[in-house]
């Protein structure tokens, strides 16, 4: 009898572990959840373009949750959770406490931002991002191109991944010109999708002598390009925008200098492959010059001679010459800047 309980709790346990082992190889569907809709050119599009991009190559399915807002998204997440999705991509810093419960309370994968210290193997991973390598080539681009040597930062909040992004620029601008001088102003505390607070408060940094301003803040950053399309500079000349994470030049109107373009496709795809390798919530997922994932954008606003030299400051990036290291936290970023606008 003894031998057969420990035969039977054997079969038991050989099954148990052969049925996680085809969980995590087994993905079927994913899902992505945004605040604000897919249609903004930055964080929200460039989230569901590489989901969508993600899950073709990966052979699975794609659900798109968009436009959630920033406040709780649990049933939503138990929604999709209950319908099979294998992976939740909750794509917001405002969901990094709500994913996470909902991941240990009906047992499914998800991924958050700006929560290094959360991850979970099998359950949890954090894709905290960080662009700063191509933030810094566009604190060299703004420093060679402001005629007032004055350059602006206006941020929707300070988020680990903005932080990082604000410190390699006012880096990038302080070692191409230590006279130029860089003024850093925050819109609020998570003013994502402030439009309004964008344009004012971009325009208080113009009217402090900025001609270029480096724009990060989702829905927030229309307000920003509007303020810089509507307000001329203190020599009467134009300003000119420096966007981040995606691609506005469908709608720009003459004054995008560049962007600092994230590709996340990298990220998911190695997230859906983690998962079939048992290796979900055990790694840190980053972004880079060297593949692409990070790049500046070339517009007609930039002289060929100037993006040459921005491009060979690139190689020197890629090469270890010169060495970019990401800062998130927000104090240390206030201490780079020249003058802090509250």
Same mark, same amino acid.
């Given at each position: 009898?003894?031998?057969?309980?420990?035969?039977?709790?054997?079969?038991?346990?050989?099954?148990?572990?052969?049925?996680?082992?085809?969980?995590?190889?087994?993905?079927?569907?994913?899902?992505?959840?945004?605040?604000?809709?897919?249609?903004?050119?930055?964080?929200?599009?460039?989230?569901?373009?590489?989901?969508?991009?993600?899950?073709?190559?990966?052979?699975?399915?794609?659900?798109?949750?968009?436009?959630?807002?920033?406040?709780?998204?649990?049933p939503?997440?138990?929604?999709?959770?209950?319908?099979?999705?294998?992976?939740?991509?909750?794509?917001?810093s405002?969901?990094?406490?709500?994913?996470?419960?909902?991941?240990k309370?009906?047992?499914?994968?998800?991924?958050?931002?700006?929560?290094?210290?959360?991850?979970?193997?099998?359950?949890?991973?954090?894709y905290?991002?960080?662009?700063?390598?191509?933030?810094?080539?566009?604190?060299?681009?703004?420093?060679?191109?402001?005629?007032?040597?004055?350059?602006?930062?206006?941020?929707?909040?300070?988020?680990?991944?903005?932080?990082?992004?604000?410190?390699?620029?006012?880096?990038?601008?302080?070692?191409?010109?230590?006279?130029v001088?860089?003024?850093?102003?925050?819109?609020?505390?998570?003013?994502?999708? /402030?439009?309004?607070? @964008? $344009?004012?408060?971009? =325009?208080? %940094?113009?009217? !402090?002598? +900025?001609?270029?301003?480096?724009?990060?803040?989702?829905?927030?950053?229309?307000?920003?390009?509007?303020?810089?399309?509507?307000?001329?500079?203190?020599?009467?000349?134009?300003?000119?925008?420096?966007?981040?994470?995606?691609?506005?030049?469908p709608?720009?109107?003459?004054?995008?200098?560049?962007?600092?373009?994230?590709?996340?496709?990298?990220?998911?795809?190695?997230?859906?492959a983690?998962?079939?390798?048992?290796?979900?919530?055990?790694?840190?997922?980053?972004?880079?010059?060297?593949?692409?994932?990070?790049?500046?954008?070339?517009?007609?606003?930039?002289?060929?001679?100037?993006?040459?030299?921005?491009?060979?400051?690139?190689? /020197?990036?890629?090469? @270890? $010459?010169?060495?970019? =290291?990401? %800062?998130?936290? !927000?104090? +240390?970023?206030?201490?780079?800047?020249?003058?802090?606008?509250?």
């Open positions: 009898m003894k031998k057969q309980l420990l035969s039977a709790l054997s079969a038991i346990l050989l099954a148990g572990t052969m049925f996680g082992a085809a969980s995590a190889a087994e993905v079927k569907s994913i899902a992505i959840l945004t605040p604000e809709e897919g249609t903004d050119y930055g964080w929200n599009q460039q989230g569901v373009d590489a989901a969508k991009a993600a899950a073709k190559a990966a052979g699975v399915e794609v659900v798109v949750a968009q436009g959630l807002g920033y406040g709780d998204v649990r939503t997440l138990r929604e999709l959770a209950e319908e099979g999705a294998s992976l939740l991509i909750a794509h917001a405002g969901y990094n406490t709500a994913a996470p419960e909902i991941a309370e009906l047992n499914v994968p998800v991924a958050i931002v700006d929560t290094p210290s959360a991850l979970s193997k099998g359950l949890i991973a954090d905290t991002l960080s662009g700063h390598e191509g933030a810094y080539l566009a604190g060299r681009l703004a420093a060679k191109m402001s005629r007032s040597k004055t350059v602006g930062i206006v941020v929707s909040g300070e988020p680990p991944s903005w932080n990082s992004q604000s410190s390699a620029f006012a880096k990038g601008v302080k070692e191409e010109n230590g006279d001088k860089v003024i850093y102003a925050v819109i609020g505390p998570a003013a994502y999708s /402030d439009a309004a607070g @964008g $344009k004012r408060v971009t =325009e208080s %940094v113009i009217a !402090a002598g +900025a001609d270029i301003i480096f724009g990060q803040g989702n829905g927030s950053s229309f307000g920003m390009l509007q303020a810089v399309e509507t307000t001329k500079a203190a020599d009467g000349g134009k300003v000119l925008f420096i966007d981040v994470i995606g691609d506005k030049s709608i720009d109107k003459g004054f995008l200098l560049s962007s600092v373009v994230w590709n996340i496709e990298p990220v998911y795809a190695a997230m859906i983690d998962l079939k390798a048992d290796t979900f919530g055990t790694k840190s997922y980053a972004i880079g010059l060297k593949d692409d994932s990070v790049k500046l954008l070339k517009t007609p606003q930039i002289p060929d001679d100037v993006w040459g030299d921005v491009q060979k400051i690139r190689e /020197d990036i890629i090469s @270890g $010459k010169i060495k970019v =290291e990401p %800062v998130f936290e !927000a104090t +240390a970023v206030r201490a780079l800047m020249s003058d802090v606008k509250e």
